[in-house]
């Protein structure tokens, strides 16, 4: 099934050379025939099919989806919208970016596509580090699985300078267990959000994504 036409890429466009308040509201219509309902569409069946292999997932799109306002509280970016429409589709959602999930990104530049946890607390944090220095094989051979490495690359993340005592020895093994983040990031075409394969291929990035998200979910718990 197509979610979405052209009109969804040419709107970004034409918003990235206009981003004022007069445009976008003489053509909030079009914004929301390309943009918000049809997101909202894709979303719930997004979800519909991450709850057969999830059924953990309770959410409804509009507890995943960002606003298009960008936030210029503290963004030097003073542009009052953002060029991009995302989610957190997680048991979570867009209230809790610590619960692992999968995190979407669409713009005309590519689709982006994240998973693990970013905004991690400090108690979250030392779980995941006690976890990974239980067993630091369990977790290198998650994230050395081939399907993630050639879906995601590696973990990514700010890390520690220095190494707390009691994590040195699993260091040497592990070095991840310095990290303060713990998130990975693919990227597809932006012809992708347009495409009949858009859920197909978004699931199967989700199921490679998931043995890791749920390692991660067990461990900030």
């Known amino acids: 099934m197509q979610y979405f036409t052209n009109d969804f890429v040419d709107f970004f466009e034409e918003l990235s050379e206009n981003n004022h308040k007069e445009w976008f509201h003489a053509h909030k219509k079009r914004y929301e025939a390309s943009i ?23 959410i409804m799109p509009k507890d995943c989806i960002l606003r298009i306002h960008n936030d210029i509280r503290f963004s030097k970016d003073k542009s009052p919208y953002n060029l991009h429409y995302t989610a957190f589709v ?20 590519m689709v982006g596509i ?36 050639q879906k995601f690359g590696e973990i990514k993340g700010r890390a520690l300078k220095r190494i707390p005592k009691e994590w040195k020895e699993t260091y040497k ?3 991840l267990i310095a990290n303060k983040q713990f998130y990975f990031v693919g990227e597809e075409a932006p012809s992708l959000i ?8 978004l699931m199967t990035y989700w199921k490679v994504m998931h043995p890791v998200n749920e390692y991660l979910t067990k461990a900030i718990q």
């Open 36 to 58: 918000k309902i049809p997101f909202e569409i894709f979303i719930g069946k997004m979800i519909q099919e991450i709850q057969k292999y999830d059924p953990k997932l309770e």
């Open 173 to 175: 093994k592990e070095p």
């Open 90 to 109: 997680s048991r979570g959602g867009r209230k809790d970016k610590s619960v692992p999930g999968m995190f979407l990104r669409f713009s005309p530049e």
């Open 114 to 149: 994240m998973g693990g946890c970013f905004g991690i607390s400090k108690e979250q944090l030392y779980n995941v580090r006690t976890k990974i220095n239980q067993d630091p094989s369990e977790f290198r051979r998650l994230i050395e699985n081939s399907d993630f490495v």
């Open 194 to 201: 347009t495409s009949e394969s858009l859920i197909d291929e």
